[in-house]
């Protein structure tokens, strides 16, 4: 199992700054998912941050808007960059073992941009 | 394509009464299944799992669901909701390697009737 760390839990941003959300693992993993939870919707993976290399996005998200950093096997940051009111949201940090595990989660950041 | 299909975007259920929660998935190798829970404001908590073996899977707070290959489905069932039992609940498939991402369902929103 993992327990999961993410900061801040919340925050209200002013459009055109920045956010950087932080997310710790009480343990060594090898992959980290960061995830959108838009209002109202599922989850929308953003990208997988490997360690040691450049995070890999989905489709319609790209790393000028999101750029994740991966320093280490328990840690890792996502920023939303040049924010709009599009981009409240819930951002999720998620790890996983693979395999026949499930994936954890931490609380999430509930960001609202005005 | 993987996918997973949650057909039923809200449910009411009085209190006390039986609930299932349908889950349809397509996926190009036996998938591993999950159900997860969110409460308002919280992360994602996992309720049960499916890997191989029973095909009845016994969960936390008194879920239950059913694995049906023919059928593509994992349904989530409990006999008596609670009250607090109302929030948004997602099916989810994989990961079956390392690099695999978790696909999600859009979710079902369970209300309480008191």
């Known amino acids: 199992s993992a327990v999961i760390s993410q900061k801040p839990s919340r925050d209200i941003c002013q459009r055109g700054t920045s956010l950087t959300i932080q997310c710790q693992v009480d343990?060594?993993?090898?992959?980290m998912f960061w995830y959108r939870q838009q209002p109202g919707q599922s989850l929308t993976l953003i990208a997988t941050a490997n360690q040691g290399s450049e995070a890999t996005y989905e489709s319609g998200f790209v790393i000028d808007k999101f750029p994740i950093s991966r320093p280490n096997l328990t840690f890792s940051t996502l920023t939303v960059s040049n924010m709009s009111p599009e981009d409240s949201s819930i951002y999720l940090c998620?790890?996983?073992?693979?395999?026949?595990?499930?994936?954890?989660f931490g609380q999430g950041t509930r960001l609202t941009v005005v | 394509a993987q996918s997973v299909t949650q057909p039923d975007i809200h449910i009411t259920v009085s209190e006390g009464a039986s609930l299932e929660l349908r889950c349809n998935y397509s996926?190009?190798?036996?998938?591993?299944l999950f159900w997860y829970v969110q409460s308002p404001g919280q992360g994602l908590q996992l309720l049960l799992k499916?890997?191989?073996?029973?095909?009845l899977v016994q969960g936390i707070k008194g879920f239950e669901a059913e694995f049906k290959r023919s059928q593509s489905s994992f349904n989530l069932r409990k006999p008596s909701v609670h009250w607090s039992d109302a929030a948004e609940y997602f099916c989810?498939?994989?990961?079956?390697?390392?690099?695999?991402?978790?696909?999600f369902g859009k979710g079902t929103r369970l209300h309480i009737l008191p």
């Open positions: 998620s790890v996983g073992f693979g395999g026949n595990t499930e994936a954890f």
């Open positions: 499916y890997f191989s073996g029973d095909t």
């Open positions: 989810a498939v994989g990961p079956l390697n390392r690099d695999d991402k978790i696909i």
């Open positions: 996926y190009g190798a036996t998938p591993y």
């Open positions: 343990s060594q993993v090898t992959m």
